[in-house]
């Protein structure tokens, strides 16, 4: 059974930082795609962050130079590193997960796995 477990929300003023973190089990990061993604009331979730078993990532234009994504194998465990964030980066921050080669590794869209989320909140 595949889990994903975020931890490391919370509530910032702007120019602050997180770090986000996602405990994965029953799956293997370094080995599959893995990503971030954000929604807000009212809104579609979106796509912010993704790292492919090649180590290729690819990141939203609204974060890129601020957000930095990545993995530590040995913790099998994602990260999003936010930095200068923003009020408008506030939302629900889902991890997500896909087995490489699938839909998600190569589109970002449609993952196999979420996470249950953790909320981000940006004041300004």
């Known amino acids: 059974q595949v889990q994903l477990v975020e931890s490391g929300g919370g509530s910032v003023q702007a120019g602050g930082s997180l770090r986000l973190s996602c405990a994965a089990s029953g799956f293997t990061v370094s080995s599959n795609c893995m990503g971030w993604f954000r929604q807000v009331p009212g809104k579609e979730r979106e796509g912010v962050a993704r790292l492919d078993s090649d180590d290729n990532t690819s990141l939203a234009g609204s974060v890129k130079g601020r957000f930095t994504i990545s993995t530590d194998n040995a913790k099998n465990t994602l990260y999003l590193e936010m930095n200068s964030l923003k009020p408008e980066d506030s939302g629900t921050y889902f991890c997500?997960?896909?087995?490489?080669?699938?839909?998600?590794?190569?589109?970002?869209?449609?993952?196999?796995?979420w996470g249950q989320g953790t909320q981000v909140t940006v004041s300004s």
């Open positions: 997500a997960a896909s087995y490489a080669g699938t839909w998600y590794c190569r589109y970002g869209t449609r993952p196999n796995y």
